[in-house]
């Protein structure tokens, strides 16, 4: 992080002030509680494999019933990422730890929809348990994207080819084995005392999944370069999520082994680098800022340079600080360039939300360069970026689907853009969903909860379906966005 002279941060920090007590370009409240049930309906959307008779989202039927049969396996079930429909095991490991994080930390804000928070969850690791099942094995992605993405179909139809993809000793994962093992020991926290058996099971596996990515180490995008870039490759390297795992090991289970990998590997493994960034691809912020809880209470004085490390990459989201990788729209919203920008919006909103409450129940401030923010002037923050997906933005628009007057019609997602398979029965066709990709008609089904990419820098958006960077859904915008939702559901009048 560049250096700041006191003068600058004086500067930065007054500005703070100012920005959190200017007014929000709507001053009507939002329903925090209906934004949260959609948030959460919206995976039901996302499913594969067989639906069950509760699913909600009617428009939807089974779809990928054969994936991993011509492997001999079964690997039914799970989520397609975005608006396409492949199953790509990376992201899909990052959406169910965020769910799992969310549940932990605002499970107890959620009322009537922890149980379908706890749904979505289960969806998601019982699909990762089928692909971890075999020893020193993980399948990390079925079906080709080429040959996807060259076509414009209903999952429920769809006729590319299912290829299966894993990572195994002789060709090793290390990235998307650290986040499997982080989302099943996450989610194994979740599962603790409402399902003892299962919690038990998913934290069993989380260790040997953990092995496995530690002794075979290794990028995933360099063992399936082919299959998985240009589309989920590691940019990153796969040292974070080696802690991010070891992290989320540690929480679940409170093994000593764990504590003491954090410790040894806190140098080897990078923990202070790139800090301003967290999402599917880098869990740096993340690993700081969930490791900080047990620092903030006490417990770990020994991991006190991952606090500095959360403290400097929270610093940097403050508005108005000056960093080269993290800006404000004129109407406010978090914008770092590439595309899908609400990934970045919800997955950094949420991080400042958990590190708030983190500090606060141990009566701490933020340090800014001499300068100190409180844990209340950080959920400001959260909450204005909650707000202006919800509609007080520029634009007056809602970027969640099926929530507000005004919201996203044209989003780029096949099954949402096609017509359902109950208003048009027979096949559509690779090719033949083309029409429909191109129709500028709003979208026959709603898939209620969706959070598109988002405006661009200058609060911009064109509502198009060809614009995927702006107008495609993924799971991995959504999951974090479902803890914030919880929370402001709770406290909205949070100012």
Request: hydrophobic fraction near 35%; aromatic fraction near 12%.
């Amino acid at each position: 992080m560049p250096h700041l002279s006191v003068l600058n941060i004086h500067h930065l920090f007054l500005l703070f002030l100012v920005l959190l007590s200017t007014p929000t370009i709507s001053a009507a409240g939002h329903d925090y509680g209906d934004a949260l049930r959609k948030s959460i309906l919206f995976f039901e959307g996302q499913r594969s494999g067989k639906l069950p008779r509760e699913q909600r989202l009617k428009w939807r039927r089974d779809s990928a019933m054969r994936d991993g049969a011509e492997d001999g396996v079964d690997l039914t079930g799970g989520y397609y990422d975005a608006g396409d429909n492949i199953k790509f095991g990376f992201p899909m490991a990052f959406t169910t730890t965020m769910l799992a994080w969310s549940v932990i930390d605002f499970g107890r804000n959620m009322g009537p929809e922890l149980g379908n928070a706890l749904d979505a969850v289960r969806w998601a690791t019982d699909y990762l348990l089928k692909a971890t099942a075999v020893p020193n094995n993980i399948y990390v992605q079925v079906g080709d994207a080429f040959s996807d993405h060259s076509c414009w179909e209903r999952p429920e139809d769809m006729d590319t080819p299912r290829t299966v993809y894993k990572v195994d000793t002789s060709h090793p994962g290390s990235d998307v084995a650290g986040e499997t093992a982080a989302a099943l020991a996450a989610a194994s926290i979740v599962f603790r005392s409402r399902d003892p058996a299962y919690s038990r099971l998913l934290l069993q596996r989380a260790v040997s999944v953990f092995d496995f990515a530690d002794k075979y180490r290794g990028a995933y995008s360099s063992s399936l370069r082919s299959a998985v870039c240009p589309f989920y490759c590691d940019f990153n390297g796969y040292q974070d999520e080696l802690l991010w795992g070891a992290a989320w090991l540690h929480k679940a289970s409170r093994r000593r082994k764990y504590r003491e990998y954090i410790k040894s590997n806190e140098v080897v493994l990078g923990a202070s680098d790139t800090i301003n960034e967290f999402g599917w691809d880098n869990k740096h912020a993340g690993i700081n800022v969930l490791i900080s809880k047990q620092v903030a209470m006490g417990k770990a004085d020994y991991l006190q340079s991952f606090k500095q490390y959360a403290d400097r990459f929270i610093c940097t989201l403050l508005p108005g600080a000056s960093h080269p990788q993290i800006q404000y729209s004129p109407g406010g919203l978090i914008f770092k360039t590439g595309g899908s920008n609400m990934q970045h919006v919800t997955s950094l909103s949420f991080l400042l939300l958990a590190y708030s409450n983190y500090i606060s129940h141990s009566n701490q401030l933020l340090p800014c360069g001499g300068i100190s923010a409180t844990p209340a002037q950080l959920r400001r923050i959260a909450k204005r970026q909650v707000d202006y997906i919800l509609g007080d933005n520029p634009m007056k628009m809602s970027y969640m689907v099926g929530y507000g007057k005004r919201y996203p019609q044209r989003i780029h997602h096949r099954a949402s853009s096609l017509p359902s398979v109950n208003a048009h029965p027979a096949h559509i066709g690779c090719k033949a969903g083309t029409p429909y990709y191109l129709n500028p008609k709003p979208n026959p089904n709603t898939l209620v909860g969706a959070l598109v990419g988002g405006p661009n820098i200058t609060d911009k958006f064109p509502d198009s379906r060809p614009i995927f960077q702006q107008s495609e859904p993924t799971t991995y915008i959504n999951a974090p966005l479902v803890g914030l939702l919880a929370y402001f559901s709770a406290h909205p009048n949070t100012t």
